[in-house]
């Protein structure tokens, strides 16, 4: 039972323009959430993070908004440049004992942007 | 810094051998964490330690074996695996962020070991 889900495989965005990447989960214990960008034989690099209490966390060109009502988060890239080309993760953490958090990954979405 | 290392990149090794995979950070994060990725699907959770005691086994066989020396290395012993146990194994580890709402950690992920399993 996949609990984080990201529907859209690859997305295709020109240069310039913005990348809007998309995240669903279904446990409502998840409290904290999280993307990350990989590239190939690469571990994944931390990008952004929002906590449950918020609805938008912004840094640079990377803003990620929650919306809890829909368990939905997604990931906005502006502007987009051909370095973001790479595989985005979303994450979804929940507290498991005190002390001790599970993270559960989404199946990620390949980004090409196109110069 | 926010760097976790891990050796060796690439590792290929036969079903009867013995191997291990190390991690490291000098981060001061409390919690350390294996996760298997195989091609084209998310990082899955294997184990989590935590204060170097494991604190979660996502019932992983026992032919994987984790050990948490000190608060800063993470080693995975590696033992008569299968070929389709073939794939990147990540390391990461936590820090609290202080945020609205609690705390919570942000995980760091190493570069991964490449294994193939011949």
């Known amino acids: 039972d996949q609990q984080v889900k990201q529907n859209s495989p690859s997305l295709s965005v020109q240069e310039g323009r913005i990348s809007i990447l998309n995240c669903d989960y279904t446990?409502?214990?998840?409290?904290?959430f999280l993307w990350y960008k990989k590239y190939p034989a690469e571990g994944p690099t931390f990008l952004i993070s929002?906590?449950?209490?918020?609805d938008k966390n912004e840094d640079g060109r990377f803003t990620v908004f929650l919306n809890k009502s829909a368990k939905h988060l997604s990931l906005h890239i502006v502007p987009s440049q051909p370095g973001d080309s790479a595989v985005y993760f979303c994450?979804?953490?929940?507290?498991?004992?005190?002390?001790?958090?599970?993270?559960?990954f989404g199946t990620g979405t390949r980004l090409k942007v196109l110069a | 810094d926010t760097e976790v290392t891990q050796t060796p990149k690439h590792l290929v090794m036969g079903m009867t051998n013995k191997k291990s995979l190390k991690c490291e950070q000098h981060?001061?994060?409390?919690?350390m964490y294996w996760y298997k990725q195989k091609a084209k699907k998310p990082p899955e959770l294997m184990f989590v330690?935590?204060?170097?005691?494991?604190?979660i086994n996502e019932s992983v066989p026992s032919r994987f074996s984790p050990e948490c020396p000190n608060s800063s290395l993470l080693n995975l012993h590696l033992h008569a695996l299968q070929p389709e146990d073939s794939a990147l194994y990540l390391c990461?580890?936590?820090?609290?962020?202080?945020?609205?709402?609690?705390?919570?950690?942000?995980?760091?992920f190493g570069p991964g070991t490449r294994l193939l399993v011949l």
């Open positions: 990461a580890s936590s820090r609290k962020v202080g945020l609205a709402g609690g705390n919570k950690e942000t995980q760091y």
């Open positions: 446990n409502s214990m998840f409290d904290y």
């Open positions: 929002i906590s449950s209490i918020k």
């Open positions: 994450a979804a953490s929940a507290t498991v004992t005190s002390g001790t958090y599970k993270y559960i």
């Open positions: 981060m001061g994060h409390r919690a």
């Open positions: 330690y935590s204060y170097e005691k494991l604190s």
